[in-house]
């Protein structure tokens, strides 16, 4: 079945180490986005791509690194610089980076710190 | 002012009543308008989308938009307690034509049996 698939599931994180959320998808889509998710907020944008090697930042997107070697993947790095990284992480795709069409999420990473 | 702005609630309803839930926008060029569910939990899944003033339906849900007063609203009629969830208003990046979205801090819908 066609998708996005988002691993691990959970993640913990200790003080100092960098951590890679992979997001991988066979849907075809061109953009690809990653979001943070606070408890009780929206979602807030960290980096999105529009096309393989080429990505631009979000709003958030201090600690965060991104790359997009492949259409299919777009794993994002959770670095020492991100001082309050415990979050619920969702990386989402569209077929293409114009304004109509929908986002498409998967079923997210929720970081923690150990 | 936030971009875009939703009252979360709780929304209480009960069983087999409408529900309706509201979202304004500040970007004026903003052309594209997305309602997303999310279940305590688990992540935002599409269920409705309108690009032009007036009404959309989709089975119990129909969305409504007015681009002159920068308001979008979902409506569930029949509500379930199955339709109890966060609702997630969703924006695109209006003049800036990127394809970002800009989110709601969503609205928690309660739907009593």
């Known amino acids: 079945d066609g998708g996005i698939t988002q691993s691990p599931k959970y993640l913990f994180r200790k003080e100092g180490q960098n951590v890679t959320l992979s997001c991988e998808q066979n849907?075809?889509?061109?953009?690809m986005y990653w979001y943070r998710q606070d408890p009780g907020q929206g979602l807030r944008l960290i980096y999105y791509s529009h096309i393989v090697n080429d990505f631009q930042k979000g709003d958030i997107a201090e600690g965060y690194s991104v790359s997009r070697e492949k259409k299919e993947s777009f794993p994002l790095t959770v670095t020492s610089a991100q001082k309050n990284p415990t979050a619920f992480y969702l990386c989402?795709?569209?077929?293409?980076?114009?304004?109509?069409?929908?986002?498409?999420f998967g079923d997210g990473t929720r970081l923690s710190i150990l | 002012q936030k971009e875009v702005e939703q009252n979360s609630g709780p929304l209480s309803v009960p069983e087999g009543a409408i529900a309706s839930l509201n979202c304004t926008y500040s970007?004026?060029?903003?052309?594209?308008f997305f309602w997303y569910r999310q279940y305590s939990g688990k992540s935002p899944e599409l269920i409705m989308f309108i690009y032009s003033n007036g009404d959309k339906e989709d089975g119990r849900f129909t969305a409504q938009l007015n681009k002159a007063s920068q308001y979008v609203s979902l409506l569930i009629r029949d509500s379930q307690p199955s339709d109890s969830a966060t609702y997630l208003c969703?924006?695109?990046?209006?003049?800036?034509?990127?394809?970002?979205?800009?989110f709601g801090q969503g609205t928690t819908l309660q739907v009593k049996p």
């Open positions: 969703a924006v695109n990046g209006g003049s800036s034509n990127t394809g970002k979205l800009i």
């Open positions: 970007d004026r060029g903003s052309q594209s």
């Open positions: 989402a795709s569209s077929i293409v980076s114009t304004l109509n069409q929908p986002q498409h």
């Open positions: 849907l075809n889509h061109d953009a």
